[in-house]
């Protein structure tokens, strides 16, 4: 793309940059989702090659965001080239400015190939908050990579979403010892055991071992932090740590689509595919309309969703849903801010509602569909803020409603009408709102979830995706 046709940065990402570029390379990007992260690392990247021609970029990413977040903003933001390993395999020899690659992939190459891209290049972990757990493979896979590049850069927009202490492994992999070189020294040192009004003191270089680390554990005891170590803490952290939080990025679009492609289940894509072929044939060799033909490629769009009606009508559960899992991917980042989730099928509401009582509790949730007892009431409870989520179906909450209390909404199931897509995206963006509106969709790949999203965002013709499926 000509250099003169790419937008200007946001001036909250102009002060990203910058703030990276004065800390030789190195920080944190802690940027509310839909601020525009992805964008500022590129341009990082685009200012730190002027002076080193022959430097690469790395990107460690959940699978979701390589392709719809990463690829798609390289290509619209940037000249430069890019490789995506999860699609190709890791190349023998990188000739593009970018690597994409997963963190799975990652875990399980940890090879010299990887170790020669990185090393002495940009190496950008996005969603850092994967390195919560200072135990975890994750956490110890690109802990091991840590001195190998010449720039360093994490990105979340909920970095420590539990607690303080998920900042440690993040902190260790942009320098050592900022907070502690030793996981257990950092936590005695901030932290201490707590149940109720009881606090039990551990003293520095004290040993516990994890048997009586269980049984301290399981009898309610948690790691708690004063409000004086929590300063110490965060005084300790924020000189590598450029926050943007959404309220104060004045400068931001009305509006923000974001795509998070989901990969099938192996037995997800052997169901999608004996179906897709079985519904083609079907359609090809009888006389009937673009309609007909969407209704029947309905039945593909459950699979995508987790599910999939038999012969007797009834809703058999596949047993694995990537999406379920996205949505708490993105559930987690978004932090304690509200929330719509649209869906289109009932096994999709009532997966989502059981999903978020298991994490949140009961109360964490209201819905608007067609079994839901009492409208009202669950209008005004969300936006009275009593509940965090909305789970609702466009057909039933798309028309008339106003929720400005809340500026996310996520789509994890899609139907063909451009008119309902369109009215429930604006259910929060309307007068009264303050905040720019992010719109996360759930896109299952090589499906026709593309084909679905494709046709709204063109506001194309739905008798286009019936005939593209065909053909």
């Known amino acids: 793309m000509p250099v003169e046709t790419i937008p200007a940065l946001f001036e909250h990402q102009e002060r990203a940059v910058d703030f990276i570029l004065k800390h030789n390379g190195i920080g944190a990007l802690y940027m509310d989702m839909g601020t525009g992260k992805t964008r500022a690392a590129i ?15 790395v990107v460690i990413a959940p699978l979701s965001l390589l392709a719809s977040a990463w690829g798609e903003d390289i290509v619209k933001f940037s000249d430069f080239t890019y490789y995506n390993a999860h699609d190709d395999g890791l190349p023998k020899q990188l000739k593009e400015d970018i690597l994409l690659i997963n963190f799975e992939a990652v875990i399980q190459k940890k090879n010299a ?18 390195l919560k757990n200072h135990s975890a493979k994750t956490t110890k896979t690109v802990l091991s990579f840590k001195d190998l590049p010449k720039y360093k850069v994490i ?7 539990n607690s303080p202490l998920e900042y440690w492994g993040q902190m260790e992999f942009l320098r050592d010892w900022t907070l502690h070189k030793s996981f257990f020294a950092f936590r005695n040192s901030y932290f201490h055991l707590q149940r109720g009004n009881q606090i039990m003191n551990l003293q520095q270089g004290q040993i516990v071992s994890r048997k009586m680390m269980r049984e301290i554990m399981t009898k309610g005891w948690q790691y708690e932090i004063t409000p ?15 926050w ?12 923000v689509d974001e795509i998070r492609t989901v990969e099938l289940s192996v037995n997800q894509k052997r169901i999608y595919k004996e179906m897709k072929n079985d519904l083609i044939t079907e359609i ?8 007909v033909a969407l209704a029947k490629l309905m039945k593909l769009r459950e699979i995508t969703s987790g599910f999939a009606i038999n012969t007797s009508g009834q809703e058999m ?22 929330q719509i989730i649209w869906a289109c099928f009932k096994w999709d509401i009532n997966k989502i509602c059981s999903t978020l009582q298991d994490r949140f509790g009961e109360g964490c949730y209201r819905t608007l569909y067609s079994a839901t007892k009492d409208h009202q009431a669950s209008i005004n409870e969300f936006k009275g803020g009593e509940a965090r989520f909305l ?14 209390n809340c500026s996310l909404e996520t789509f994890f199931s899609l139907d063909y009408s451009y008119e309902y897509y369109v009215q429930a995206k604006a259910r929060i963006h309307r007068a009264g709102q303050t905040k720019s509106c992010t719109y996360v969709h759930l896109v299952a790949k090589d499906t026709i979830d593309e084909q679905i999203l494709k046709c709204l965002r063109e506001k194309g013709d739905v008798n286009q995706i019936a005939y593209e499926m065909m053909r």
């Not at 190939?113 to 994967?130: R, Y």
């Not at 943007?244 to 509006?255: G, M, R, S, V, W």
Request: charged share 25%.
């Open 43 to 57: 341009e990082t990247f685009s200012r730190l090659r002027k002076d080193n021609p022959e430097l690469k970029m």
């Open 113 to 130: 190939a990887i170790i020669s891209f990185i090393k002495n290049n940009l190496l950008v972990i996005d969603e850092s908050s994967k």
């Open 155 to 161: 990105m979340s927009g909920t970095p420590a979403p």
């Open 244 to 255: 943007a939080k959404k309220e104060d990025c004045l400068t931001l679009p009305e509006q």
């Open 391 to 404: 789970v609702a179906n466009p057909h039933s909450a798309a028309h008339g409603l106003t929720f400005t």
């Open 228 to 242: 004086i170590n929590l300063k110490k803490l965060m005084e300790r952290i924020n000189p590598l740590i450029f």
């Open 284 to 291: 090809k060799n009888t006389p009937i309309t673009a309609q």
């Open 317 to 338: 559960d596949i047993g694995e849903s990537p999406k379920i899992d996205e949505l708490n991917e993105v559930i987690d980042e978004a932090g304690n801010q509200q």
